[in-house]
């Protein structure tokens, strides 16, 4: 029975005597997260309401708050034990028994780790403390104090050069008549930012310490003697989410694309992304995270290691000030000598662990000492004098220089974002400009002739940086210091940037070589595989609309309510003419009457000349004219209640009349074309979401799904498109287009792998890349243009000229595995999965506005990147592992969420029997016989088109819509009865005009199983 009703630690052994009374409290060892921790038995009082807890709903809420909390602290390993609900069973002597139960006391360690595990904020882990106190009798998290002074603690020690700062940045408003310039106003905008030297710095010393530091091959240059490897970071920039962020993580990890190694270094929400605010954002003249991002990627920095014989270990960073510093053989530190206690004074910068000098004045490097201890490094030149000193982050306990060891790293750096920061990093006019591509000077017509099979990888003028600041500068000299300045037209512009400046229309946010620049690897995987998609559904479209007579009950009923619907609008648009005219004819004679006002006020109030018999002569008239303004636009003027009320109801009408066409026409969609819908329903199936692709992009495991399974997905689309479609030679040509796309997509898999793949690329391993992508070119030409399955006019199928393509294709992305050896682990996909991150950190606190706010935000993010946070977690999951018991549970809290639940389905009940009702103006409109469609109605000469692939305001004639007379008569009587007044949907409170329309709504939206074929021509509303 004991063991039965007591709970504990999952790794814990230790059960409750009998023969302890109620009350007793017992200190006994207990393991958790893999440590020796003192655990406390207790009490567990039973449950009641407090002073502050008198409501039932406030009990029920902080019950059910605390068992959200339980199932979340019950996967970590977390136990709490509570008492059956068989309770009423027990004795009084077995209850006393049950109610003691074994309850750890967390350190803020601990505390923090399950705060960032489940998720929650500070106000969270506050109530959870309260509601466990209350339950449990004690204090089970730690006290809020500590752990807010942990995470403090940990902030300020590894990013002391944050900042939040205000700046003001520029919103665009509209653009002006001729489309070229952006009207904008300055706004105010929270900027936060780290120094990217500091997070390396910390990173590096993390990683050093845990021992799990990765060598990573390749790179564009070559490791000397003396440095003991390379250092290999990744600046990614990207805008998501909501916000502009500038990320740094480091590459010699074993999982370089986890979020555990992401450090934020610049971020700004609330406002566009562009060029100009990202400038002005980070990357000023004199901004120190353009200095360090300029320094990291131009190969400028190098990082010592000091490690003692006990263990003990620090980095710092140093950049090298040489002008002539050689960007592809960098020069490293002179050995260390010795100890010295000569220093120089140091900035906030040197404090931190950052030293900027020229390392050719450097001749000998030596350990300062300081109170005992190793707390610096000393820089000196050729006569002795000391240049320069950085200090250590933390101090070495011990003097002994022989047991200290000093290793030099290269510190080298990939970029990676998409092309849209990419053509704004180099001032870039974009993709649509006469030189679309920001790596080479290639026009578009080379773009356009990437498919020809008789060249394989063409490369063309390579872009550096001397030749964009060059095209700058030609921009500048040719348009912008343009005299005089009404020369400066937009004819101008277009002819210097096409022309003359390659493109290049500003300047770049900094300097960098073109080697680092990533390719944009992963949005070329995601970009070309949805290419591929298309293909699919492009050539299965246009395979339905040859099968004749293909279309659903449900799209010609949806269909011919449509048409319904815009006849009925053009009809409230004759209507309205009468009315608009007289409006318009009132607001001209209003405009007169208020010029005539003010010439009158000018020359009765301003001329000094005007005698007073004059004067009151247009006081008068200036009075009378007065009241004429005032009857004509407060009182009736000739126009009834009934007419003002009329104008009112019309243009309503209108409104909904057009929410209801364009709400049938987004429903005829899906029923238009019946392979659509069949491709959709099996990319379901194998994990390729339709939202995703109809979002506009593929995600990178939408991606792999559809490029893994494509043989499977291509074949039950064929099966499926042989149910509907039975032409002979339409099913060759289905049969040729599955066999092409498998070959197709087979090639295309391989080549995902190996951008996805972190693994070294040899020169076997390129070699296998070129052949694969010539491979696959090859093939989409032969599918597209050579053999296409439906020939002539008939093929839908065009070959893409994006540049996602061309950097496939061209020799962009061959350059940059044969410099890197590697594109998975300096790819974009990191700061790609970082929107969702700071979303969910944004959404934990949103009771917070303002700084404190976005402030709280990257101090958390921060913290969960800590080694001890991660560390905790792992040994917490680990210590847990296959131990879980089910966890036991009072039953004061099951009866309170029983009776949580009927009351829930009770108020559920309640609205599901609430039927929608009409507001009183939709009632009024529904009786206006002036809205409904008269007996003696006649179509109109022209009727208005009613596709959706059809511009709504387009007029086609009757005989070029296939109508013949005899449809025309019962055109015009189904619409005379035509049902138009105001319907509201009971489920979801749509407004829309007319049964027919709601009839479709209610079956396509709300209850799908109706007809096989989902379709809603034998349904009718309840």
Same mark, same amino acid.
């Given at each position: ?5 007591? =709970? ?40 009641? *309401? ?47 028994? *049950? ?59 590894? /990013?002391? %050069? ?56 390749? =790179? ?12 290999? !970071? ?7 989410? =909501? ?57 400028? /920095? ?52 950052? +030293? ?29 004098? /000391? ?11 011990? !003097? ?11 510190? &080298? @750096?990939? #970029? ?11 001032? #870039? ?17 080379? !773009? ?24 700058? $500068? ?28 390659? %493109? ?15 390719? =944009? @690897?992963? #949005? ?18 246009? &395979? *339905? ?39 318009? @004819? ?20 301003? @001329? ?25 636009? $407060? ?60 979002? +506009? ?11 893994? #399974? ?83 006019? $008939? ?22 595995? $044969? ?126 088109? !009613? ?37 509201? /949907? ?10 027919? *329309? ?25």
């Amino acid at each position: 029975m004991e063991n039965k009703l007591l =709970g504990s630690l999952a790794d814990c052994e230790i059960r409750a005597k009998a023969g302890w009374k109620d009350g007793d409290v017992k200190s006994v060892k207990a393991t958790s997260f893999g440590r020796n921790q003192q655990m406390t038995l207790c009490r567990v009082p039973r449950q009641y *309401a407090t002073n502050g807890e008198k409501s039932r709903r406030t009990i029920t809420r902080h019950n059910k708050l605390a068992q959200n909390w339980m199932s979340y602290i019950e996967v970590t390993g977390f136990r709490f034990g509570f008492v059956l609900d068989q309770i009423d069973k027990l004795t009084d002597v077995e209850k006393r028994k *049950a109610a003691q139960v074994l309850v750890p006391t967390l350190s803020p360690e601990e505390s923090a780790v399950l705060q960032s595990y489940c998720g929650m904020n500070n106000e969270q882990r506050r109530k959870l403390r309260r509601c466990l106190a209350y339950q449990t009798g004690i204090k089970v998290i730690a006290p809020d104090g500590q752990v807010r002074e942990l995470k403090e603690n940990h902030f300020e020690d590894n /990013c002391r %050069s944050a900042e939040m700062t205000t700046k003001e940045l520029k919103r665009p408003v509209k653009k002006t008549k001729n489309g070229n310039n952006i009207l904008s106003r300055k706004s105010l905008v929270l900027v936060f930012t780290v120094r990217p030297l500091e997070h390396v710095v910390c990173a590096i010393r993390a990683l050093f310490q845990s021992g799990e530091f990765k060598i990573r091959l390749g =790179g564009p240059c070559t490791v000397g003697e003396i440095f003991s490897g390379k250092v290999v !970071v990744k600046i990614s920039a990207d805008a998501g989410g =909501g916000s502009f962020k500038i990320i740094i993580n480091l590459v010699n990890v074993k999982n370089p694309q986890g979020q555990e190694h992401v450090h934020l270094v610049g971020e700004f929400s609330g406002i566009k992304d562009t060029p100009e605010n990202i400038r002005l954002a980070f990357f000023e003249e004199d901004s120190i995270i353009r200095s360090d991002i300029e320094a990291i990627l131009n190969r400028q /920095c190098v990082i010592v290691c000091l490690k003692m014989s006990d263990g003990q270990l620090q980095t710092i960073v140093v950049e090298n000030d040489d002008a002539d510093h050689d960007i592809m053989n960098p020069k490293p530190l002179p050995a260390l000598t010795g100890v010295t206690e000569e220093s120089v004074a140091t900035d906030e910068a040197n404090e931190m662990g950052i +030293g900027r000098l020229k390392f050719a004045q450097v001749h000998e490097l030596k350990v300062l000492k300081n109170d005992g201890c190793f707390c610096g490094i000393s820089f000196f030149d050729s006569r002795g004098g /000391c240049v320069a000193t950085v200090m250590l982050r933390e101090h070495l306990d011990g !003097v002994d220089f022989n047991g200290l060891e000093m290793k030099q790293y290269m510190l &080298i @750096s990939a #970029h990676a974002a998409d092309m849209e920061y990419m053509s704004g990093l180099i001032g #870039h006019q974009g993709a649509s400009a006469k030189n679309p591509c920001i790596y080479n000077r290639a026009k578009n017509v080379d !773009v356009k002739d990437m498919w020809n099979l008789e060249v394989d990888f063409p490369s063309y003028e390579d872009r550096t940086n001397e030749n964009i600041d060059e095209d700058f $500068e030609c921009f500048r000299r040719e348009y912008e210091n343009k005299l005089p300045r009404s020369s400066r037209t937009p004819a101008l512009r277009k002819i210097v940037s096409q022309n003359m400046s390659h %493109s290049i229309v500003d300047r770049k946010f900094y300097k960098f070589p073109m080697d680092v620049l990533n390719p =944009g @690897s992963m #949005h070329v995987r995601t970009g070309n595989t949805r290419s591929l998609l298309d293909f699919v559904f492009h050539f299965y479209r246009q &395979i *339905a609309d040859l099968v004749p007579g293909k279309h659903t009950k449900a799209a010609i009923f949806i269909e011919e309510e449509i048409r319904h619907q815009q006849i009925y609008l053009d009809y409230l648009d004759s209507q309205q003419k009468d009315v608009l005219m007289t409006l318009e @004819s009132k607001d001209k004679v209003l405009d007169d009457i208020v010029d005539t006002i003010n010439r009158f006020r000018k020359v009765a109030f301003e @001329s000094p000349t005007l005698s007073q018999a004059t004067r009151d002569e247009y006081a008068r008239k200036l009075e009378s004219l007065e009241q004429v303004y005032q009857s004509r636009t $407060e009182g009736d003027d000739g126009d009834t209640e009934d007419e003002k009320k009329l104008k009112v109801q019309l243009l309503e009408q209108s409104c909904l009349v057009k929410n209801t066409i364009d709400h049938l026409q987004t429903l005829y969609k899906k029923h238009v074309c019946f392979s659509q819908r069949h491709i959709v329903d099996i990319l379901k199936v194998y994990g390729v979401d339709l939202q995703v692709y109809f979002g +506009g992009i593929l995600i990178g495991p939408h991606c792999m799904n559809l490029a893994e #399974h494509s043989e499977k997905i291509l074949k039950a689309i064929l099966n499926k498109m042989k149910e509907e479609v039975q032409d002979e030679r339409l099913v060759k040509a289905m049969e040729k287009f599955t066999e092409k796309m498998v070959n197709i997509f087979a090639v295309w898999y391989e080549l995902c792998m190996q951008m996805m793949s972190k693994k070294y690329q040899d020169d076997d391993a390129i070699a296998e890349w070129k052949r694969r992508v010539t491979t696959i070119k090859r093939l989409i030409v032969d599918l597209v243009e050579t053999d296409p399955p439906l020939p002539g006019e $008939e093929n839908p199928l065009k070959l893409p000229t994006t540049l996602k393509w061309f950097s496939l294709l061209s020799s962009i992305m061959l350059k940059f595995l $044969e410099v890197w050896r590697c594109f998975g682990d300096v790819d974009e996909q990191n700061i790609e999965s970082n929107h969702p991150q700071r979303n969910a950190m944004a959404a934990r606190h949103r009771g917070r506005r303002g700084p404190a706010k976005n402030l709280a935000i990257m101090k958390e993010l921060e913290i969960e990147r800590a080694p001890w946070m991660r560390d905790g977690i792992k040994e917490m999951l680990e210590a847990t592992k296959a131990k879980r018991a089910p966890i036991l549970r009072t039953r004061a809290i099951e009866e309170l969420s029983e009776d949580a639940d009927a009351t829930l389905e009770t108020e559920n009940a309640v609205i599901e029997n609430e039927s929608v009702t009409l507001y009183d103006y939709e009632l009024e409109m529904n009786d206006c016989d002036a809205l409904r469609i008269p007996d003696d109605f006649d179509l109109p000469d022209v009727l208005p088109g !009613v596709l959706p692939d059809n511009n709504n305001n387009q007029q086609v004639d009757a005989d070029q819509e296939g109508l013949d007379p005899e449809y025309d008569v019962d055109l015009c009587l189904a619409v005379r009865r035509m049902d138009t007044t105001i319907c509201a /949907c009971r489920e979801c409170g749509e407004r829309l005009i007319g049964e027919n *329309a709601m009839t479709i709504h209610m079956n396509e939206i709300h209850n799908h199983s109706i007809l096989e074929e989902n379709d809603a021509v034998d349904a009718t509303v309840v």
